[in-house]
C-alpha cells in the first residue's frame, strides 16, 4: 500500500514538474492560447555577437534572405517571415484539406541572450461564396474561434496549434544551435 501511495506521489510530483519546467523557453498551445514568446540564454554572446549570427542564420537558411527579413535595427532587433506549404489541416464532412501557412517573427538581442516573439501567424483560404480568399489571421490568444461556450477547444483547432508551437520551436531550436557555434556552415563544407 504504501509502494503504491509512493507511485501516486511521485507521479503527481513529476507531472507537476514538468508542467512547470522552462516555461519561458519553449513555445506551448494551452488554454489561454499560443505562448507570446520565449526568452532563450546563450552563454558568453554579446548583443551585437548574437544580431550578427541571427543575420547570418537567416542567410544560410533561406534562399532569398532580403525577401524574408521585414526590417531590423542594427543590432537591437531583426523582424522576419516566412511560408509553409501545405501546413494547416483542416476537416470538413470528412474530407482533409491543406492551407498554406504564413507566420512573422520578432527577435530582439540583450548581452548573453534573446528574446523570440511570434507577432503574426496566417493561412491561406480559397475563395468561396462564404468567404473572401486569402491570408487570415489566425488568432494567437484565447479567442471564442478558439474555444467552445464551455471553454474546451474546438478540434479542428487543436492539431493546427500544436502544428504553430511545433514550427516556433523547431525554429527556435534551430536558430539556438547556430548561436551556441563559432563558425558558420557553407555550402561546400561537410
Not at 507537476?16 to 558568453?44: E, H, M, R, Y
Not at 531590423?72 to 506549404?85: A, L
Amino acid at each position: 500500500m504504501n509502494k503504491i501511495i509512493l507511485s501516486i506521489f511521485l507521479m503527481f510530483s513529476l507531472h507537476s514538474f514538468s508542467q512547470n519546467a522552462a516555461p519561458d523557453t519553449i513555445f506551448v498551445f494551452n488554454a489561454n492560447g499560443l505562448t507570446d514568446f520565449i526568452v532563450k540564454k546563450v552563454p558568453n554572446k554579446t548583443k551585437e555577437e548574437l544580431y550578427r549570427r541571427t543575420l547570418e542564420w537567416i542567410t544560410t537558411s533561406t534562399k532569398k534572405p532580403k525577401d524574408v527579413i521585414v526590417s531590423q535595427t542594427e543590432g537591437d532587433k531583426i523582424k522576419f517571415e516566412g511560408t509553409k506549404n501545405c501546413y494547416f489541416a483542416t476537416n470538413f464532412g470528412g474530407v482533409k484539406r491543406c492551407t498554406d501557412g504564413k507566420y512573422q517573427f520578432e527577435i530582439t538581442f540583450k548581452d548573453g541572450k534573446y528574446k523570440l516573439d511570434i507577432l503574426s501567424m496566417s493561412n491561406l483560404v480559397s475563395s468561396t461564396i462564404y468567404v473572401p480568399g486569402g491570408w487570415h489571421a489566425m488568432p494567437l490568444t484565447k479567442s471564442e474561434d478558439l474555444f467552445d461556450d464551455k471553454g474546451k477547444i474546438k478540434l479542428y483547432s487543436l492539431d493546427n496549434y500544436k502544428a504553430i508551437a511545433e514550427l516556433c520551436n523547431t525554429l527556435n531550436n534551430s536558430l539556438f544551435n547556430f548561436l551556441k557555434t563559432t563558425v558558420t556552415p557553407s555550402n561546400g563544407e561537410w
